[in-house]
Nanobody
Framework: QVQLVESGGGLVQAGGSLRLSCAAS????????MGWFRQAPGKEREFVAK????????YYTDSVKGRFTISRDNAKNTMYLQMNTLKPEDTAVYYC??????????????????WGQGTQVTVSS
């Protein structure tokens, strides 16, 4: 049974930075990909970034390109999201996810098998 736990959220002013972590617990953890999603008030959950666990290939939604960096430490079973130059529109609950569906693109929530509980990120103007 895989358990994912996010941490690192908080309140930050526009232009500031936060680093989110997603730690996986359980036995051997080796997903094909992991990803970050977010859900703003009154909106559906949306894709933010993904990374393959082996090769480390990354992909970002357009609104965060150049500002966010996704990474992983395989030995620690941990994924990170470094968020720089934060904007008020980045305010959301951020969720990490892991999946083994190699034949899926990885930008939809149903492409993933495991989800964390989420961590709140609030960016003030």
């Amino acid at each position: 049974q895989v358990q994912l736990v996010e941490s690192g959220g908080g309140l930050v002013q526009a232009g500031g930075s936060l680093r989110l972590s997603c730690a996986a617990s359980g036995r051997t953890f080796s997903p094909y990909r992991m990803g970050w999603f977010r859900q703003a008030p009154g909106k559906e959950r949306e894709f933010v970034a993904k990374i393959t666990w082996g090769a480390g290939s990354t992909y970002y939604t357009d609104s965060v390109k150049g500002r966010f960096t996704i990474s992983r430490d395989n030995a620690k079973n941990t994924m990170y999201l470094q968020m720089n130059t934060l904007k008020p529109e980045d305010t959301a609950v951020y969720y990490c996810a892991a999946g083994n569906n190699v034949r899926r693109v990885g930008v939809r929530d149903d492409d993933y098998d495991y989800w964390g509980q989420g961590t709140q990120v609030t960016v003030s103007s």
